[in-house]
């Protein structure tokens, strides 16, 4: 790489994820959770248990999960979440969030400081991010 590359240039996973973020508890259907994912244009939702984060959905994960699987639409959002969540703090560098999410083949990086959601780090995030320097 050379110094030009804007992987070298420290930007913060703060600097560029998204605040927008839905998060329900584990117990709440999956009907619930992708009408709110729908009403804010949010492409997953964070899984709480007793308000700690313990988990992701994503619409990836109701397409396949409930579809191709045949769950019930009231099925709780616990049984087709992917947990353990693989997360990142706001102030670790995008170089990092970028190896991770492309190690652990993830889209949707939650971020968490402190045992609370703050943002989340897409693919998208990361490619218009790129696209722009």
């Not at 999956?30 to 709110?36: G, H």
């Not at 619409?59 to 693989?86: C, E, G, Q, W």
């Amino acid at each position: 790489m050379n110094s030009s590359d804007p992987i070298q240039q420290n930007t913060w996973v703060k600097d560029i994820m998204s605040n927008s973020i839905v998060s329900v508890d584990s117990s709440v259907t999956a009907t619930n959770a992708v009408k709110m994912m729908e009403d804010i244009g949010a492409g997953a939702v964070i899984v709480l248990e007793n308000n700690l984060p313990v988990g992701i959905v994503t619409s990836r994960d109701f397409a396949i999960k409930i579809t191709a699987h045949s769950y019930p639409i009231n099925t709780p959002v616990r049984k087709i979440m992917s947990s353990p969540l693989i997360s990142i703090d706001s102030n670790s560098d995008l170089s990092i969030a970028s190896d991770l999410m492309s190690t652990r083949n993830v889209r949707k990086l939650p971020v968490i400081d402190d045992d609370k959601i703050v943002g989340i780090l897409t693919l998208s995030d990361l490619a218009k991010h790129f696209a722009d320097n």
